[in-house]
């Protein structure tokens, strides 16, 4: 938004009369009340702040921040925690906060000189005064991938460290002079060991834990043999749809987050929506 790198811009509707915050501290808690994140009149926080208020967009032409608090009376909860329970017109701005927030809390100083930072832009840079450096809100690139078989049933796992019985589809980031394709390959074969086929992307997601860029692809492999590497994954199966339905009906599956691309992809499946490749199953591998 062009505004904002306006500071005085950012100052004056932070004191609008229809002006309103949400409230966040640097650990990826938000507060909320009633089932929804509270949301304030700025009055209520006090003068505007740019180390401790960051702008988060415009609703409707009204101005909306997001408050770093300090007050453990507030009621705070993770966002990982209680995402599910925020409405999706919420999700946006909370995932926003989060990352905003987070990103503050570790960017307090310039890493080519030392000298402490400070906050311009409505919070979405910080400015080195000695180098001088600008500093943006770090975004770190991650795949994840559906992958199914010949026979259109889907690959799902579980990490150890995830709740009981949850499953999802395979993740993980991009590393040094990868690809995003070359991503999927590799994080697919070192955890369940399969050489995959048909890689398109199909949609991408902000996830601030801590500061992600999700980038959704579908594939298919020909070979549904799994190895499950037992180290970021404990446990690899393949469903029909009609034996996941049973499973999330029976309690044995718990789905990833409704406000996730991971359950936007196993939705996709459900329905048939995923892309289909006409190639035979053996066709080449996309790498670009």
Known sequence: MVQRVDDEWVRRVWSGPHSQTFWVDGNGRVARQDGRLRLDPTAD??????????????????AVFATLTQDETMSLASLRGVLDDIPDGEVPF?????????????????????????????????????CPRELFPRTDPAVIVA????????LLGRQPVW??????VFAGFVEVGESLEQ??????????????????????????????????FSARTADAAVTVDHTEIE?????????????????????????SVARVLIRDWLAGALPVDTRPLGGSNIDG
């Not at 905003?100 to 409505?122: E, K």
């Not at 709740?163 to 999802?168: A, F, H, I, Q």
């Not at 749809?241 to 990833?256: D, L, N, Q, S």
């Open 235 to 259: 446990l690899a199966r393949w469903f029909t749809r009609e034996e996941y339905r049973v499973a999330i009906a029976a309690g044995e599956v718990t789905p990833p987050s409704s406000h």
């Open 147 to 154: 992958v199914r078989d010949a026979s259109d049933r889907l």
């Open 163 to 168: 709740e009981p019985r949850r499953m999802s």
């Open 94 to 130: 909370a995932f926003a906060a989060v990352a905003l927030a987070g990103w503050h809390a570790g960017a307090r100083f310039c890493p080519a000189c030392g000298t402490p930072t400070q906050a311009a832009q409505g919070g979405h840079v910080r400015l080195c005064a000695k």
């Open 45 to 62: 926080a006090g003068p505007y702040d740019p180390e401790r208020c960051y702008f988060l967009g415009l609703e409707e032409k009204n």
């Open 183 to 216: 991503a999927v390959h590799r994080e697919v074969a070192e955890e369940v060991g399969l050489r995959l086929t048909d890689v398109r992307y199909v949609s991408s997601q902000p996830w601030p834990f801590p500061c992600s860029l999700m980038l959704a």
